[in-house]
């Protein structure tokens, strides 16, 4: 009686002490940069004061994560996908692991809903799509199969789109797009022409929780969405001319509305959408030519073509500055984006490869993690000048990537 007396009071003070801990860090300062750095090939994740140039949180992580972090909105979780097939959920404040699960043994995409109630993994192994809670318990599995069950498919990429309450799945074997709403209101869903649910045809399932199918003529990569919510944009994979095709899908009437042919293997996933006179232009990126094709989103026309060193990831830029940043290979390529030309050119060290840039709130600094065999460091430059503020020594980086949110700062860890 007396044990278990004692084994409660433990636990009832485990949960005291869980509760007590600060939902944000503490300190009254602002600590606006805050960056969550991934290294040793996945296993360590730290967050790192931009300003302060230090450390504030370090962790070991069992699972290799892989991509970019979903922030949860409230700003207290991230969650990642590895490898292995686990989905990972940590606390930043402080940095623990909160939950994990395992959706199947190759995970290949996660995408956090806008409301950060939901989150969908798909996976290449099994060949499946698994919806869960932000708890990280399974809610619904989906077979990636065609309607008549005679094919299967990897999932190439997910994406959530918040407007419309969705996310998005990309088949890598089976030519169609997906979207699963995660809106109790969503109409039912008629598998077959659109026609259908109009004129009250063929059985309907509910719009909520299910999918959605567009059919296309090639399946699709990663994705974005576009400019308008009811755009979902991805590319081909290259054919043997060594060109690949960016195609526009029009969520509302599920089909294809556009189709341009891009050499090499444009990444819309790494795409920045910015306005020049008036018209709003998609960069994108190009994994195998150093290319940053831009395209008209009101014509979906090709209206430049902008050289880089090397092939590249993603392009980035900050609000109220003319100029965009592109990885490229050994170099950082500046690009105006009212004259559609490269204009600046930051070189990293030698043999090195670049990641793609991330900028503190205020535009000021850009941060891009630099990669040399097992090591690597990251690099901090004055976003004007384009010199080197500071060189931080990391163990095989993977990605550096900005904590969403002002937060406080908590002291540095020793």
Do not use: C
């Not at 922030?71 to 989905?87: K, L, N, Q, S, T």
Request: glycine share 8%; no cysteine.
């Amino acid at each position: 009686m007396i044990r278990a007396g004692l084994l409660l009071l433990l636990a009832l003070l485990h949960a005291l002490a869980a509760l007590a801990q600060p939902a944000s860090p503490p300190g009254g300062t602002d600590g606006r940069d805050v960056f969550m750095l991934v290294e040793a090939s996945g296993h360590r994740l730290s967050l790192f004061d931009a300003e302060r140039r230090t450390v504030l949180q370090r962790l070991d992580s069992e699972h290799a994560l892989q991509g970019a972090p979903r922030f949860a909105p409230d700003g207290r979780h991230a969650f990642f996908a590895a490898a292995d097939g686990w989905v990972v959920k940590f606390e930043l404040w402080p940095l623990r692991l909160a939950a994990q699960a395992q959706v199947g043994t190759a995970l290949r995409a996660i995408a956090l809903s806008g409301d950060g109630r939901w989150l969908l993994a798909g996976n290449a192994a099994p060949r499946t799509a698994v919806l869960l809670d932000t708890d990280l318990r399974a809610v619904k599995t989906f077979a990636l199969q065609t309607l008549d069950g005679r094919r299967d498919s990897r999932v190439a990429d997910v994406l959530d789109v918040a407007p419309r309450r969705s996310f998005v799945v990309a088949l890598q074997d089976i030519a169609e797009l997906w979207e699963i709403s995660y809106d109790p209101q969503a109409p039912p869903i008629y598998d077959g022409l659109v026609h259908d649910y109009k004129m009250g045809e063929a059985i309907a399932k509910p719009g909520y929780q299910n999918a959605r199918r567009t059919p296309l003529d090639a399946p699709l990569g990663e994705l974005m969405s576009g400019p308008n919510a009811a755009y979902a944009i991805g590319a081909t994979a290259p054919g043997a001319d060594d060109a690949a095709r960016v195609l526009v899908v029009n969520l509302d009437v599920r089909r294809a509305i556009a189709s341009l042919p891009i050499d090499g293997a444009p990444n819309p996933a790494g795409g920045l959408v910015f306005e020049r006179q008036g018209v709003p232009l998609l960069a994108m990126p190009n994994s195998r030519q150093g290319l940053v094709s831009v395209i008209d989103t009101r014509t979906w026309r090709p209206v430049a073509s902008l050289a880089t060193p090397a092939p590249g990831e993603a392009l980035r830029s900050q609000p109220d500055t003319p100029y965009a940043w592109v990885d490229a290979g050994p170099a950082l390529s500046i690009l105006d984006t009212r004259t559609l030309a490269a204009v600046a050119e930051v070189r990293g060290p030698a043999d090195a490869r670049l990641g793609p840039v991330q900028f503190t709130r205020d535009g000021r600094l850009a941060l891009t993690m630099a990669q040399a065999g097992g090591e690597g460091a990251l690099l901090i430059h004055d976003a004007v000048t384009l010199g080197l503020v500071a060189r931080i020594p990391l163990e095989r980086p993977v990605g550096v990537y900005r904590v969403p949110g002002p937060v406080a700062r908590p002291a540095p860890q020793r």
